[in-house]
């Protein structure tokens, strides 16, 4: 599998590395209000009256919300507000991603047609080689959902594995209890628990209720949390309906979800991917040969690796479009 992805992973990698010092230089500026540093030419009357924290000098500041720096802009703020917001460094926030997986038994069953097992957890690797030793910028969970559960907890927030071998472990954990589960399809209430749990991680100051829409807003976009969830569209077995699955995607104008439809019987990854929110969609099928690229195209469908790299720069994670 490492093999397989390799040249995605450094490819990724290097994306995710860029992102993150772009966040960091955005995050730069003067911390005013220093004992050392650079002297404050605004605050040398504050020097001469005895205040010692005259000095400023370049560092990490929290980055202003969308709401504060509407509000600054068309409103004169004070002074010291001003400084007030400057005083202490904080630290970055990260990005919060969740994978949320296919581990459902027909993942297992149609693994010798189209693969879609062994594509998920390549994806999954993809997922934790690029992200290895990122943690300071970005925190992913890895979730899986079958006929069994809703609720599979692979990768938790914040304890990332951090060896090879952990990460094979976590592949094998998957490919087990795709062996071995219920039939069934949770892929809406697990889409639905992700969006919630991912939405109880964002901090207090973290506001999306700011004026305009955030796609023109940098700041705020970034701050929004991601959901990638991976389905096999075996939809009409189970007559789930795909606008359940667009409400769960959508609960959240601060959690960006997005659908992957990773397998296929006939053009119902289409037809699913069709009703979902534009843009939020994607199907991602075989590509192992000749045959099977055509299938895929004609199907609406690309490489597993590009629809990942086209979720994550729509989404913000490794830039703005």
Known sequence: LLRRVASHVAALRDAFAAAADRKRDAQRGWLKRKADGELDDARLVDGLAGDRLVFKRRGRTEPLDAARAFAEKDNATSKEDEDDSEDSEAPPRKRSLLFLMDCSASMYRFQMIDRRLERMLEAALLVMEALDGLSDDFEYAIRGHSGSTDRIDFVDFGAPPQT??????????????????????????????????????????????????????????????????????????????????????????????????????????????????????????????????????????????????????????????
């Open 164 to 321: 090879r071998g952990d990460r094979l472990r976590v592949l094998h954990q998957m490919a087990a209890h795709a062996t071995f589960c219920d039939t069934g399809d949770a892929t809406i209430p697990a889409t639905g628990r992700a969006v919630r749990d991912v939405l109880d991680r964002r901090s207090p100051g973290d506001d999306d209720s700011a004026p305009g829409d955030s796609e023109a807003h940098p700041a705020r976009r970034s701050s929004k949390g991601l959901v990638v969830a991976l389905s096999d569209a075996n939809f009409r077995r189970y007559a789930l309906d795909p606008a359940d699955w667009a409400a769960a995607l959508s609960a959240s104008d601060a959690v960006e979800g997005y659908a992957v439809m990773i397998g296929s019987l006939g053009d119902e990854a289409r037809r699913l991917c069709a009703a979902l929110p534009a843009g939020r969609g994607h199907v991602a099928l075989d590509d192992d040969d000749d045959d099977d690229r055509g299938r895929r195209h004609s199907a609406g469908g690309d490489d597993l690796v590009v629809v990942f790299k086209n979720i994550l720069h729509h989404a913000g994670v490794l830039g703005d479009d």
